[in-house]
């Protein structure tokens, strides 16, 4: 992806951060991760480095600090890592909520939207007890809500959509890479 950069000159940057963008169960952290050791660079995942500072899991965060403290947590920790470069970042799939994210996001690497139905983020989470979101007796219409509401974000912070549904991580992952050699 190609930006007009910050500073006063004509010339065009080419962003090196590559970062991950979608609902939970959208395979950000399984893509990311095998993206990453494909380009040889670091793999960062914004819950993991939630749980490294805090000592704890996600849905201890929650409980103790509800959802607004995870996603004060959530903003400094993906600003910080918005500073790295050479990276593959996986966010979590309420980070977009945050205006201030979603342009700090943009500024540092180009925006993969891994986008998946209803169906498919239900399927790949129906095993998972480590996101304090889908604790519900209505799995379907919480998806369902959450992906209606933040929708128009992800694609509004997105460089590029890649609908992975009945798709494998290395077909996703071999997307991406087609995508940066044509930048
Ligand atoms: C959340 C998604 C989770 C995690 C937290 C909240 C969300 O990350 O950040 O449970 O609001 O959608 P994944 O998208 O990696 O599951």
């Keep these: 992806m190609l930006r007009t950069p910050k500073f006063e000159s004509t010339q065009l940057v080419k962003t090196k951060n590559f970062i991950l963008i979608g609902a ?3 395979g950000k952290s ?9 380009l040889r660079i670091q793999f960062y995942d914004s819950d993991k480095i939630m749980e490294e500072r805090t000592g704890v899991n996600i849905p201890t965060v929650f409980e103790y600090e509800g959802e607004s ?4 947590r959530e903003e400094k920790i993906i600003s910080d ?3 790295l470069e050479d990276i593959v970042l996986a966010t979590g799939g309420g980070a977009i909520l945050s ?12 925006v993969f939207y891994l986008k998946a139905s209803v169906g498919t983020l239900l399927n790949r989470t129906k095993n998972d007890a480590n996101r304090p979101l889908l604790k519900t007796n ?17 694609q509004e912070a997105a460089n590029y959509i890649i609908t992975t549904d009945r798709r494998t991580t290395n077909w996703t992952v071999n997307q991406i890479i087609k995508y940066v050699e044509q930048i």
């Design 69 to 72: 403290g995870f996603r004060a």
């Design 30 to 38: 399984t893509v990311g991760r095998r993206l990453a050791k494909r």
């Design 81 to 83: 890592l918005c500073q």
């Design 24 to 26: 939970m169960g959208a």
């Design 99 to 110: 205006k201030n994210t979603r342009k700090k996001l943009s500024a540092a690497g180009t």
């Design 138 to 154: 209505n799995r379907r219409q919480v998806v369902s809500a959450l992906l209606k509401k933040r929708e128009p974000l992800y």
